[in-house]
């Protein structure tokens, strides 16, 4: 399996923007496809986005479509979320998580997650 570390997560006010970073390590870090997962308080873990192993193919969900984009790069072992406009309904823990195979939305279909980093948008 991969280890993740995320990170990147804040205060921000409403209509700014984040980055957040994954770092993996381990296991070769092309051979899986990534996802990130959001969980606010009192509800459940949430698609947000997930990238193919080079970042070909990706989803978004449609509650942040348009705001925000998943990407990698591989050579540094790392995935990334930017999220711009970012809105109060965005504050919770994310998630980024990987699967050995292609992508997917089901949180339960990924093997490896992070810790999580918080992100709090204030109104």
């Known amino acids: 399996q991969v280890q993740l570390v995320e990170s990147g997560g804040g205060l921000v006010q409403a209509g700014g923007s984040l980055r957040l970073s994954c770092a993996a390590s381990?296991?070769?870090?092309?051979?899986?496809?990534m996802g990130w997962f959001r969980q606010a308080p009192g509800k459940e873990r949430e698609f947000v986005a997930t990238a193919s192993w080079n970042g070909g193919i990706t989803y978004i969900a449609d509650s942040v479509k348009g705001r925000f984009t998943i990407s990698r790069d591989n050579a540094k072992n790392t995935a990334y979320l930017q999220m711009n406009s970012l809105q109060p309904e965005d504050t919770a823990v994310y998630y980024c998580?990987?699967?050995?195979?292609?992508?997917?939305?089901?949180?339960?279909?990924?093997?490896?997650w992070g810790q999580g980093t918080q992100v709090t948008v204030s109104s």
């Open positions: 381990g296991r070769a870090f092309r051979a899986y496809a």
């Open positions: 998580a990987a699967r050995p195979e292609g992508t997917s939305r089901f949180a339960y279909e990924y093997a490896s």
